[in-house]
């Protein structure tokens, strides 16, 4: 084997697009492990933990690049992957050579040179606080992509931004569309005109896709972060996101979407929007309340649009496993949410790592036991490395052991065995998984999961996978569907339609939760 281990001073590239660039080398042929990072500790420890020596010299202003090869050929074609790549993603748009030092060495200095009016901070979340602050001082909109960063720095920044009139976006936002460019995990949709408040990344894309299939486009998707909502952030962005959108004169119609939310700021939330003058449809999930594609229709209607039922194509395995249970596996945390909102109805506790109620919890070691869905992007998850939107890779190897019923060696992520653990009960009856496509996701999802897909379907297994993308998304939509679809699986573009196939699926008496499995509707 043969090691490449080298530190670039005064580059900086934004974490998403370098996530993208190690994932697209350590696909090569002959390449056995890659990192390309900037040198945070963090990442340094994941290099370590590869294998590596770490140089004496980084810091994380400096761009690291990890690389082992089979030989030195290969080695070669990795490294000028490496420069490909990171020079098509951020040096063309900056407009400068390749390793060359940024023009503008702070934010405020970037706005001021280039006139912008957005700023997208996509760094570890470490560092997230003092960059949008800056963003902020700047006079700046302000995204904040990043993760990990805490609650009471959120709301910190976000009582900062009112003092200056400017929207903060996140932290954790995967989302946004503004003025048609999408910012983070999005897909390619129409102008029209519906503006979108989103304190939830994929389910902000599931409303858009659904939206596009029935011709009705969006003005602005402004991400207010999923936390946004909650009764420690009060809904300090989503007041403000709602009042650009109501002076926006592209936005006829406004629509709000959210995970599970406190309801005395969702209360003020609602008064709120009565008094803005234009009309707001509310799609806050929670038990009793309207799925993502029921919100989709109302703003269709409301729209004086058609409605389009969103597709359903069958797949090869029409009964699920006997005895098993449901096994939802998800890289969006909103769909993982609608999903277990609409099965709990039927089939009762959901465990998962993002439980709807405290006792449904699984294990540290995300062990499946009975009905189980996990979000594979949860903050727990993604520390040092890719979400499951850009490598999905963990979820799946989940799949394979989901199907194999055995024991399967944990692989350790910041703590928590993700790839499966022993399975203490009959197994999966059913697999539930959803694709997301768009900007920054994986180039090929579907391709990801088409193996073990056809493992399941071999032995029996149902998958039902929720397709949320639209048909000029660069994976190419009928694609990516016909690939799973090829491979056994049936693909729902709703997530909340994919939700009930798989519980109408599920062989529910014989786990002893119904009685009349008939009565599971699809």
């Not at 939830?200 to 599931?206: E, N, W, Y």
């Not at 039922?309 to 395995?317: D, I």
């Not at 009762?348 to 006792?359: A, K, Q, T």
Request: aromatic share 4%; hydrophobic share 45%; with cysteine.
């Amino acid at each position: 084997m043969t090691r490449h281990v080298e530190l670039r001073p005064g580059v900086y590239v934004d974490s998403v697009t370098l996530m993208q660039v190690s994932r697209r080398v350590a696909d090569l042929p002959d390449v056995t492990r890659a990192l390309v990072a900037m040198a945070t500790e963090l990442n340094l420890d994941l290099v370590s933990g590869m294998g590596f020596e770490t140089p004496a010299d980084a810091a994380p202003n400096k761009m690291l690049i990890a690389i082992e090869a089979k030989d030195r050929e290969a080695l070669d074609v990795a490294v000028a992957e490496v420069e490909a790549a990171v020079r098509a993603s951020s040096s063309q748009a900056a407009g400068q050579e390749f390793g060359a030092a940024p023009a503008s060495l702070t934010i405020r200095a970037a706005a001021r040179d280039t006139g912008a009016t957005v700023a997208l901070i996509s760094t570890p979340g470490r560092y997230a606080f003092a960059e949008a602050i800056d963003a902020i001082d700047a006079g700046l909109h302000t995204m904040i992509f990043s993760d990990n960063v805490s609650v009471e720095q959120e709301v910190a920044l976000k009582r900062y931004a009112e003092d200056s009139g400017v929207l903060v976006m996140g932290p954790d936002c995967g989302t946004a569309v503004i003025g048609g460019v999408g910012l983070g995990f999005a897909n390619v949709v129409r102008p029209g005109p519906v503006g979108i408040v989103a304190a939830s990344g994929t389910g902000a894309q599931q409303l858009m896709t659904l939206l596009g299939h029935s011709s009705v486009g969006v003005s602005h998707c402004l991400g207010v972060g999923g936390r946004d909502l909650s009764a420690a952030v009060g809904g300090r962005s989503t007041f403000r996101a709602l009042d650009l959108l109501a002076s926006d004169e592209d936005t006829e119609l406004i629509v709000v979407v959210s995970k599970p939310a406190d309801e005395a700021v969702t209360t003020a939330v609602r008064q709120h929007a009565e008094s803005l003058g234009k009309p707001v449809v509310f799609g806050l999930l929670g038990a009793g309340g309207s799925n993502l594609t029921e919100v989709a229709e109302r703003a269709v209607a409301a729209c004086g649009r058609a409605w389009q039922p969103p597709e359903e194509h069958p797949g090869s395995v029409t009964r699920g496993r006997a005895g098993g249970f449901l096994r939802g596996l998800y890289v969006g945390g909103t769909l993982c949410d609608e999903a277990m909102l609409i099965a709990s109805e039927s089939l009762g506790p959901i465990r998962s790592n993002i439980p709807l109620r405290p006792e449904w919890s699984v294990g540290d070691d995300l062990a499946s036991t009975g009905h189980t869905m996990i979000d594979f992007g949860d903050d727990r998850l993604t520390r040092g490395r890719p979400h499951p939107m850009i490598d999905g890779s963990i979820r799946a190897e989940r799949v394979r052991a989901e199907v194999a019923g055995a024991k399967v060696a944990g692989t350790e992520v910041a703590g928590a065995k993700v790839a499966g653990t022993e399975v203490a009960d009959a197994g999966a009856g059913v697999i539930l998984l959803d694709v997301v496509l768009g900007y920054a996701a994986s180039s090929d999802p579907a391709g990801e999961l088409v193996d073990p897909i056809t493992a399941a379907t071999a032995v029996g297994i149902p998958v039902v996978v929720a397709m949320i993308g639209g048909p000029e998304d660069p994976q190419g939509l009928e694609e990516q569907m016909r690939m799973l679809h090829e491979a056994g699986a049936w693909i729902c573009l709703s997530n909340a339609a994919a939700a009930v196939r798989a519980v109408g699926l599920l062989d529910v008496r014989a786990v002893g939760l119904l009685d009349n499995p008939a009565g599971v509707t699809a």
